[in-house]
């Protein structure tokens, strides 16, 4: 046996094993390949705008009990990637700092208890922050295979949209088939992604967007209806078809009592995010009459046990259509990790149509 060397990479490792091309570190927490003991990455310097994203050289992070450690090749851009950067979106205490809510690449380490993932794994993951760097660590519960065939800048794209909309469209609106389905901001990440997992299990998608072109792509994605929320009132035209069974919401504001307008008998009214403010004045008596649900939900503060529950849903019930091609996430633009101030301006202009993502690898 040959004699355990200190480990310089992970203080308090030590290495075992005797291989001409690579050594590995094992002991009763941790099994990984070496790697640098720091990486570059890109930090919130402070509070403000797209420009206040830098890069750092930052230590490589070790995976606890439960975690694994991902190289990362690409990072998903979200808006809650911006919130955080603008300081209204704190990671939980014991997350990273760093922004970046998902990510795709390949397994480094894996740390005790982790039995389904190995060195080399091809994952995407949702994060608990920390995926604008060239690694990062999460909940290994939380990762899922890359789809056969998928690129990992695609894979990259996938977890935060995709678990954002299982969790709200689905298990909290109760979305079903033949149910009229309004999604609004069709174009944006989470809209593709609505589109696409709303057609594929049978209900009826409307959506709005900004522009003729956007309401196009949201056509060929299977929504039925598209309108440009700046010429057309979508209230009236979703009465027109009855009313809406679910609506999916980020934008808030004075969309809530339309939104309310808009829907359907027993309707259920779906909040995500405010990005016109979180307070409306609603008539709450016709909701009454209409027997409404308003409902909503952040994902990022939810329990490791809830998100490893949406990730076992969408593995069984979306991922093989996912591995097939009958959906898939729809891309926008890739930057390099260092022009993440660049990938922010380009999703705050709302100009872009479906997932930004950063090159990492």
């Known amino acids: 046996m040959p004699t355990p060397r200190q480990n310089s990479v992970f203080p308090g490792l030590r290495w075992t094993g005797n291989l001409r091309h690579k050594e590995t570190i094992q002991t009763g927490d941790l099994i990984a390949m070496t790697r640098p003991s720091t990486m570059t990455a890109v930090e919130i310097s402070t509070h403000g705008g797209p420009e206040v994203l830098k890069p750092v050289s930052v230590p490589v992070p070790i995976p606890k009990a439960g975690e694994i450690l991902i190289k990362v090749d690409y990072a998903g851009v979200n808006r809650p990637d911006a919130l955080q950067r603008a300081g209204l979106y704190n990671p939980p205490p014991d997350a990273s700092p760093l922004p970046g809510l998902e990510a795709a690449g390949t397994v480094a380490a894996v740390g005790a208890g982790v039995s389904r993932w190995a060195e080399g794994d091809a994952v995407t993951a949702l994060l608990p922050g920390g995926g604008y760097a060239e690694y990062v660590t999460t909940f290994a519960d939380h990762a899922l295979p890359v789809p056969d065939g998928m690129p990992m800048d695609r894979a990259a794209a996938l977890c935060e949209t995709f678990f954002t909309v299982w969790s709200n469209v689905f298990r909290r609106g109760g979305l079903r088939a033949g149910e009229r389905f309004l999604v609004h901001g069709g174009s944006s990440g989470i809209g593709t992604t609505a589109i696409q997992l709303a057609a594929l299990r049978g209900a009826r998608v409307f959506t709005t967007a900004g522009s003729e072109d956007k309401c196009t792509a949201c056509l ?82 939810q329990s490791v046990a809830a998100k490893a529950a949406i990730a076992r849903d969408l593995e069984t019930e979306i991922w093989p259509h996912l591995a097939s091609g009958r959906i898939a996430p729809v891309m926008d633009s890739e930057f390099a990790l260092a022009d993440a101030a660049k990938a922010h301006t380009r999703m705050e202009s709302s100009t872009h149509i479906g997932k930004i993502v950063l090159k990492v690898a």
């Open 220 to 301: 060929a994605l299977g929504a039925e209806a598209a309108w440009n929320y700046r010429e057309v009132d979508f209230v009236d035209l979703m009465q027109a078809q009855g009313g809406a069974d679910v609506i999916l919401d980020m934008v808030g504001g004075d969309y809530i009592p339309r939104n309310l307008k808009a829907l359907a008998e027993d309707g259920r009214l779906v909040q995500i995010a405010f990005l016109q403010g979180p307070k409306a004045e609603v008539n709450f008596a016709p909701l009454m009459m209409k027997r409404q649900t308003i409902t909503g939900s952040t994902l990022r503060p």
